[in-house]
């Protein structure tokens, strides 16, 4: 009897253990189910836009079952993205990464639909009421009011409206903003895109006016002459900085209309002291503010620090699409690294190697003086920036800088901080050759020549010049052939190499040596005008 009490105990033990733990895992169990079954939904991408309202409904269905499902949000901001819905997007992924903050990948996705916001945002429809102001129509009465915008002989109208920046509250940022006087009325004439659009403004009255008697001013927006807005701004209300405001403009979407902002006095008619301003008027896709509210520049830049992602790590990439001739593609990279950090110089050096490869020699420049401006790297020596740029002055800029070009290779050797030996080498023979051109002390370009061949025994070029130097001021025509002959040794197709060997074996009566070298030169480039001139010179002499 005692068995069976013990073994009925100990079963009811069981099942009420088995009950409890169902309970406990049935919602997960359950928001498993619908995971996996909103994940099926989107297994091909193709399929993902027509499968999107079902997974949706699975994977909200595990997140109410399981608030806390990591996975299940990873996949809604897919399905958001796949729709175009950024902020959607945006909000899940940012749950998924609090969730897993040690997952980068989370971080690094977060980080994509931030800058396609970007991209989004830089694409929509944006017209500044402000920067079209000299294109605008103004309506202003004839009789001259004093205002900080008067103009010595200019038109009344300038009296009453200006482009100018406020700073509300005081000692806020400056803001654009648009001075009116009332009475006055500015009319804008504009094409609507077809996609919805909005009017966005502050509305506000100068900070020197703040503290002035007066009932303050009247806003009012106009669309082919029908109000759309209008509300009174008294001293009170405008002493607590810009009023935000916003009007449709869907109703008119891909028709031409005459817009106008106007103001006008307050309830009591006085107009004294009324400088209203209306801050940063912009016509703008309706989408525009919902994005800039997600504030995707400091957000994107967050994500990639919490992935771990450092300029290097972008610069890389863009190294590897640039040695793969993916110019655009390098040149995000780099701007990627830019951002990530804004004082680093190594991103702006590679942005010019990248120019450089295009043949943008102007951009290539400024991308290499940003870079020495920056002075900080980590990967580039100091002395590479103004090397490469001491090459552009030099050789590809029209006309050619040969000043600059020094300068810009005595700065690079001063700061002694190349990527490589054979750059610095390369420094010396540069330098050496604007100095030989600029016909100074020989000794000075000699020693340049000979430096460049200590660091770098292979550069052709630096043997060419000391050897052709060499014999221009020693006359010593077995020390300047010895010198041209190496150099034909590192680069048997250098016709110039060829064609001084000649000169010197010409100058020195060693006529047959000196044809041959001629028609070396020819063997390679047979245009070479001075090569065959100097042979056929050689031969009416025979």
């Known amino acids: 009897m005692k068995t069976v009490k013990r073994w009925l105990y100990s079963s009811w033990v069981f099942v ?46 595990a997140i109410e079952w399981e608030p806390d499902n990591a996975q299940a949000y990873r996949l809604l901001s897919k399905v958001y993205r796949s729709q175009g819905n950024w902020p959607a997007a945006a909000k899940s992924l940012a749950r998924y990464t609090e969730l897993r903050p040690d997952n980068p990948l989370g971080h690094i996705e977060l980080a994509e639909v931030y800058e396609t916001v970007e991209t989004e945002m830089a694409a929509m429809h944006l017209a500044p009421l402000i920067a079209a102001l000299p294109q605008a129509a103004v309506e202003t009465p004839t009789v001259s009011v004093d205002t900080p915008f008067a103009q010595p002989d200019g038109p009344t109208w300038q009296r009453y409206v200006a482009a100018t920046t406020f700073s509300l509250p005081p000692n806020s940022s400056e803001r654009l903003a648009l001075f009116m006087h009332p009475p006055s009325r500015i009319f804008y004439r504009l094409s609507l895109p077809t996609e919805p659009t909005v009017l966005r403004f502050g509305i506000g009255l100068a900070p020197a006016v703040l503290d002035w008697p007066g009932d303050g001013v009247t806003f009012e927006v106009l669309i082919d002459g029908q109000s759309v807005f209008q509300e009174h701004l008294d001293k009170d209300l405008a002493r607590q900085g810009w009023q935000e405001r916003r009007v449709d403009l869907s109703p008119w979407s891909g028709r031409e209309v005459v817009l106008s902002l106007g103001v006008g006095p307050g309830p009591a008619g006085d107009v004294s002291g009324d400088w209203a301003g209306w801050g940063e008027p912009q016509v703008m896709d309706a989408r525009l503010p919902e994005l800039e509210a997600l504030q995707p520049g400091v957000r994107l830049l967050d994500a990639w620090q919490r992935a771990g992602l450092t300029a290097e790590d972008f610069i890389a990439r863009g190294e590897e699409a640039r040695q793969a001739e993916q110019f655009d593609e390098a040149l ?130 630096a043997h060419v010049l000391l050897g052709v130097t060499l014999y221009e001021r020693d006359q010593d025509a077995a020390m300047a052939a010895a010198e041209l002959l190496e150099a034909l040794e590192l680069a048997p197709q250098n016709k110039l190499a060829y064609y001084q060997l000649g000169e010197i074996y010409r100058q020195e009566r060693r006529t047959d040596e000196a044809a041959a070298m001629y028609k070396q030169a020819l063997e390679i480039d047979p245009g070479f005008e001075a090569a065959q001139e100097r042979l056929a010179a050689l031969r009416n002499k025979e």
Not at 22 to 42: N, Q
Not at 417 to 423: G, K, P, V
Not at 429 to 449: H, I, M, N, T
């Open 332 to 461: 995000a990279w780099y701007e990627r690294a830019m951002r990530l950090e804004p004082d680093l110089g190594d991103p702006w050096y590679y942005a010019g190697l990248l120019y450089e490869a295009q043949e943008q020699w102007l951009e290539a420049l400024e991308a290499y003086e940003r870079a020495i401006a920056l002075d900080r790297f980590r990967q580039v020596g100091r002395s590479s920036p103004h090397y490469r740029s001491g090459i552009i002055h030099r050789w590809r800029v029209d006309p050619r800088q040969p000043g600059d070009a020094l300068a810009a290779h005595e700065a690079a050797l001063a700061a002694d901080d190349f990527n490589s030996s054979a750059e610095a080498a390369d420094c010396h023979y540069q330098r050496g050759e604007v100095l030989r051109w600029q016909k100074a002390d020989p000794s000075e370009y000699v020693a340049e020549f000979q430096r460049a061949i200590e660091l770098n025994p292979g550069h052709s070029w």
């Open 16 to 61: 009420l253990a088995g009950g409890i733990l169902a309970v406990l895992t049935f919602p997960h169990l359950v928001s498993a189910y619908h995971l996996e079954t909103g994940g099926r939904a989107l297994g091909n991408p193709d399929l993902v836009p027509h499968n999107a309202p079902a997974a949706l409904a699975h994977l909200h269905k």
